[in-house]
């Protein structure tokens, strides 16, 4: 596999936390085997090891690799507002603010941590919830960019998650269930992946998803990894490297345009459903059509057509323009 420079978050990278202080490594992987203990899912507890590895190596740029009971109010307080100056979403920095909250709780209940006085994170507040989140509606020239970029960069994977998500209109989750094996040169659907409420369907495979994954396929070369994604050690991507690559894509496109332009999952999701109904989609000029709600429904596995119009651009002063003909 070629070397890919890409770290599986913009925080984290293996040689940063080689250097992370070994108490606070040590104090973490108590808390781990306490949550594993206490039944926790593997998912939660991977996030919470995730979600921690990016506050230690927040403590070693910023305050000299410290250990974390050396941390008062006012540092926690400044961990919770650079990560929010960071681009993070409120959700996921309030996410992150728990965790670490729930880590110190977890130090001050235990013996051999007696020099953590108090959980100082749970003095912190919350990040203000964002009310409303940016929809960013995508023109196919837009999409076509990217993609390109990404082609001229070599980015071949990072190539293919966008082929499939802006080819299908899938979620985040979804497309990290896809195997390696399942996209074929005849295959016209991938095996089934798990949806919202445990809806089982299949994800279409399309030409720019062919084309993509045989570039990518051979920049990988032979391997025995049956995970179509892999992060820059060789290894099956985590759930959350999607979300990351996807900020890959939105930096080709702030840069292009020259402003910041919050291009997300859902920027794609709403670019294929609003462009397959409307006809501006890709796939649309390329079959010389346009799809139908209940179609496009189908093919994002919504359970109602109402779900599936929401995510259509409200286009009512349009409609009331060619009305009256102004």
């Keep these: 596999m070629a070397k890919n420079t890409h770290v599986y978050n913009k925080f984290f990278t293996e040689e940063k936390w080689l250097k992370v202080n070994r108490y606070n490594k040590d104090a973490m992987e108590d808390f781990l085997l306490e949550l594993k ?75 051999e941590y007696s020099e953590v006085e108090m959980n100082y994170m749970s003095k912190v507040k919350s990040v203000d919830k964002e009310l409303v989140r940016d929809i960013v509606f995508l ?63 299949k994800v279409c495979i399309h030409k720019r998803t062919r084309e993509s994954y045989e570039l990518y396929m051979k920049q990988r070369g032979e391997d025995d990894i049956p995970e179509l994604w892999l992060n820059a050690n060789g290894k099956p991507a985590s759930y959350d490297a999607i979300y990351y690559w996807i900020l890959h894509c939105r930096n080709i496109l702030s840069e292009k345009e020259g402003k910041e332009i919050p291009l997300n999952v859902h920027s794609l999701r709403h670019y294929f459903i609003d462009g397959m109904v409307k006809g501006y989609h890709f796939l649309c000029k390329d079959m010389n059509r346009t799809f139908t709600l209940q179609q496009v429904q189908a093919m994002v596995s919504h359970s109602d057509p109402s779900t599936t119009a929401s995510y259509c651009k409200n286009n009512e002063d349009d409609i009331i323009d060619d009305a009256f003909g102004w």
């Excluded at 190596?57 to 410290?66: K, M, Q, V």
């Excluded at 941390?71 to 728990?98: A, H, I, P, T």
């Excluded at 979620?171 to 949806?195: L, P, S």
């Design 37 to 111: 203990s206490a039944k926790k899912s593997s998912k939660t507890i991977y996030q919470y090891k995730s979600d921690l590895r990016i506050f230690f190596i927040w403590i070693l740029e910023t305050y000299d690799n410290c250990p974390i009971h050396e941390l008062k109010k006012k540092q926690l307080r400044n961990f919770v507002l650079e990560m929010s100056d960071k681009g993070m979403s409120s959700n996921r920095v309030n996410r992150m603010k728990s965790v670490v909250s729930s880590f110190y709780s977890y130090l001050e209940d235990d013996d």
């Design 139 to 201: 023109e196919t020239e837009q999409v076509d960019y990217i993609r390109n970029k990404l082609l001229e960069d070599e980015k071949y994977q990072i190539c293919l998650l966008f082929d499939i998500l802006t080819e299908t209109g899938i979620r985040h989750n979804e497309c990290h269930q896809i195997m390696k094996d399942w996209i074929t040169d005849t295959n016209k659907t991938t095996e089934e992946v798990v949806g919202k409420r445990k809806k089982k369907f």
